[in-house]
């Protein structure tokens, strides 16, 4: 993926602890997608729009992210970032309130003229399944079946965004796969 690209149909799943930076890498890559190649799909389940919005628009203007927090910095520069931003082929969709489940994805999906190069979902544990199944961890494997199922269908990539448990931490503390 990060050599050659994500290949249509393709389901990628970016994984890490919280707070390591991946909804920040899946946002910088929805911006070089939706500038490089046509129409990107961002659904955020765990991030609100503004706050997505903000980081992309500190990313693209050059301004340390807390400095951009405080109100400082060029305001001439967040301003022809936001001209930048706001001329790219990029959906925010704010699903932070209520997390959408995987057919809500797809409809947001096909409204898209001429469909999506790229959608981005953050992330998979907040989604919820299409049906209802009798353990959380069937639920989670049928979201991500379906997340498949849509990269094939609209012939995109799917960047899914996890988190991993933090019992992960827990005992030796050195790096593990």
């Known amino acids: 993926v990060l050599k050659g690209g994500a290949v249509p149909g393709e389901l990628v799943v970016l994984a890490g602890r919280p ?3 991946k909804t920040a890498l899946a946002g910088c890559w ?5 500038r490089r190649s046509g129409p990107v799909l961002f659904v955020s389940c765990e991030v609100r729009d503004k706050t997505l919005a903000a980081r992309l628009l500190a990313r693209e203007s050059g301004i340390d992210g807390r400095v951009f927090r405080q109100g400082a910095g060029p305001p001439s520069a967040a301003r022809e970032a936001a001209a930048r931003l706001a001329a790219l082929p990029l959906s925010i969709v704010d699903s932070s309130r209520r997390a959408p489940r995987p057919a809500e994805i797809r409809k947001l999906a096909r409204r898209i003229k001429g469909g999506p190069v790229l959608v981005v979902v953050d992330y998979l544990q907040l989604l919820y399944p ?10 989670v494997a049928e979201t991500s079946r379906a997340m498949k199922r ?6 995109c ?5 996890s988190q991993l448990n933090r019992r992960a931490e827990e005992g030796r503390r050195e790096p593990q796969l």
């Open 19 to 21: 707070g390591l930076g």
């Open 157 to 161: 990539p799917v960047l899914l965004l």
């Open 150 to 155: 849509l990269a094939l269908e609209l012939n």
């Open 130 to 139: 299409d049906e209802k199944r009798d353990s959380r961890e069937r639920e």
């Open 30 to 34: 929805a911006v070089e997608a939706a």
